[in-house]
T-cell receptor, first 114, second 111 residues
Framework: DGGITQSPKYLFRKEGQNVTLSCEQN?????MYWYRQDPGQGLRLIYY???????QKGDIAEGYSVSREKKESFPLTVTSAQKNPTAFYLC?????????????FGPGTRLTVL | SQELEQSPQSLIVQEGKNLTINCTSS?????LYWYKQKYGEGLIFLMM?????EEKSHEKITAKLDEKKQQSSLHITASQPSHAGIYLC???????????FGQGTRLTINP
């Protein structure tokens, strides 16, 4: 079955530690995205990638880093520089980047900083 | 930057009743997406509207785009418990699929 997987589902981190969230898709989509969702708020774009080996900052990129070495993978690292990392993180992908290209989402990773 | 305002923020309806959720944009809407989310899960794509006046339906859910009002509405007919969840609208304001989202509307269906 084609889809987007994110792992782990729940992640706990101590303050000062970096942590990497995994996102994999087998939809053969070119574009991939990372969003952050906080309670009572909509999604905010962290980073996006239109093609392998290329990515751009979204609206809230500070304290985060990404890589896109393979088409199917777009891992997100939450660094110790991110001041308030506790949130629900969602990965998405789309076949391209035109307005008609729907973004499909993974199941999410809930990160809690202890 | 574009902002999306959803109303109401939460909604409780009796099973079988109709309901409407609105999404109003601060700028011109070029493409409007509706998603549904169950708590703690990912977003499920419902519908995408591109043109002013466009209307799409899927089962008992209908979405419309009013370009002049910069607004979209999501209407559910004869609501069922399976409709419960958070509904989010998203819009592509800058191209390159950089979506901005509304804050979501939490829908509860009472039996």
């Amino acid at each position: 079955d084609g889809g987007i997987t994110q792992s782990p589902k729940y992640l706990f981190r101590k303050e000062g530690q970096n942590v990497t969230l995994s996102c994999e898709q087998n939809l053969n989509h070119d574009a991939m995205y990372w969003y952050r969702q906080d309670p009572g708020q909509g999604l905010r774009l962290i980073y996006y990638s239109q093609i392998v080996n290329d990515f751009q900052k979204g609206d809230i990129a500070e304290g985060y880093s990404v890589s896109r070495e393979k088409k199917e993978s777009f891992p997100l690292t939450v660094t110790s520089a991110q001041k308030n990392p506790t949130a629900f993180y969602l990965c998405a992908s789309s076949i391209g980047v035109t307005r008609a290209d729907t973004q499909y989402f993974g199941p999410g990773t809930r990160l809690t900083v202890l | 930057s574009q902002e999306l305002e959803q109303s109401p923020q939460s909604l409780i309806v009796q099973e079988g009743k109709n309901l409407t959720i609105n999404c109003t944009s601060s700028k011109t809407l070029y493409g409007l997406y509706w998603y549904k989310q169950k708590y703690g899960e990912g977003l499920i794509f419902l519908m995408m509207l591109q043109k002013g006046g466009e209307e799409k339906s899927h089962e008992k859910i209908t979405a419309k785009l009013d370009e002049k009002k910069q607004q979209s509405s999501l209407h559910i007919t004869a609501s069922q418990p399976s409709h419960a969840g958070i509904y989010l609208c998203g819009a592509d304001s800058q191209g390159a699929q950089k979506l901005v989202f509304g804050q979501g509307t939490r829908l509860t269906i009472n039996p």
